[in-house]
C-alpha cells in the first residue's frame, strides 16, 4: 500500500531531508514542495539516486502565502493522485517557515500560511491521516521560567511556534470531535545546522534532525493533540 506524503519547504534544510529519506523507503510518494520549482528539482537531482525504485518524488511549487500557488498545488496533488488511482493524502507535513525580525512576515508565513495551506489540503487527508506541525521549543511557554538566564528573546519566532503549538490542539480536538481518525501533532527537531538556524555551530545535522519527522510521517497509527522531540514529550 502506498503512502502519500506532503512536504511544505522541502528544497533546503530540514525538509529535504525530509523528502530525502521518505524517498529512500519502500512505497512512498512524497511531494516535494518549494516556494520556486526550480529550487525543488535542484534539491531532487541531489538525492535521486537514493529513491527506492518502489517510490517517488515528486516536486510541487507550493508558496504557502499565495493563495492561487495553495490552490494549483491542490489541483497538481489531486491529480497527481488520481492518475495513480489513490484516492487521498496520507500526511501534511507543515515545515515551511521562517525566522525574521519582522513579526509580520513570521506570522505570515509561520502562522497563516500554514493555516492557509492546511485548511486548503485537509480536503484531501485519508480518515487516519496524519498533520505534522514542525514546532520549536521556543514556542513551549511552560518552558522559559525554567530557562537558564540570559534567556534569547525571539518575539516574532517563539509566539508564532506557540501559537502554532495552540492550533496543533484545536485541530487535534476538532478531528477527534468529527470522528475522522486524523491525529494532529507538533514535533520540534531541535537546533539543526539549516539556513533558518543561527546556531549552526552548535547544531545537529539536519539528516539528523529530520529522523523523528520521518518516523512519525511513516506510523500508520499514531497519538494526536502531542507536542513532542525525539526524547521526550514536550510542555506546552
Not at 503512502?3 to 525538509?15: A, E, F, K, P
Not at 514535533?187 to 539556513?195: E, H, K, R, S, V
Amino acid at each position: 500500500m502506498v503512502r502519500t506524503i506532503l512536504v511544505t519547504g522541502s528544497n533546503q534544510g530540514l525538509g529535504m531531508h525530509t523528502v530525502h529519506q521518505l524517498g529512500s523507503t519502500p512505497d512512498i510518494v512524497v511531494f516535494m514542495g518549494s516556494r520556486k520549482l526550480a529550487a525543488a528539482e535542484e534539491a531532487l537531482s541531489k538525492f535521486a539516486a537514493d529513491v527506492h525504485s518502489s517510490s517517488t518524488v515528486v516536486p510541487v511549487q507550493l508558496d504557502i502565502t499565495d493563495a492561487s500557488s495553495i490552490k494549483a498545488a491542490h489541483a497538481f496533488v489531486s491529480d497527481f493522485l488520481k492518475e495513480r488511482g489513490i484516492t487521498s493524502l496520507d500526511v501534511l507535513v507543515n515545515n515551511a517557515g521562517i525566522f525574521v525580525p519582522s513579526i509580520e512576515e513570521t506570522y505570515a508565513v509561520n502562522v497563516f500560511g500554514t493555516v492557509a495551506v492546511t485548511e486548503a489540503f485537509r480536503t484531501l487527508l485519508s480518515k487516519g491521516g496524519t498533520i505534522i506541525n514542525i514546532s520549536s521549543g521556543f514556542g513551549s511557554i511552560a518552558s522559559y521560567p525554567k530557562r537558564p538566564k540570559p534567556v534569547v528573546l525571539l518575539p516574532g519566532y517563539s509566539s508564532s511556534k506557540a501559537a502554532l503549538n495552540m492550533l496543533t490542539v484545536q485541530w487535534a480536538m476538532q478531528e477527534e470531535e468529527k470522528g475522522s481518525g486524523i491525529s494532529v501533532v507538533s514535533i520540534c527537531p531541535g537546533f539543526n545546522a539549516t539556513n533558518l538556524s543561527n546556531y549552526a555551530e552548535a547544531a545537529k545535522s539536519p539528516a539528523d534532525g529530520c529522523k523523528i519527522i520521518v518516523k512519525t510521517a511513516l506510523e500508520k497509527e499514531g497519538r494526536t493533540g502531542v507536542f513532542f522531540n525525539e526524547d521526550r514529550d514536550l510542555e506546552w
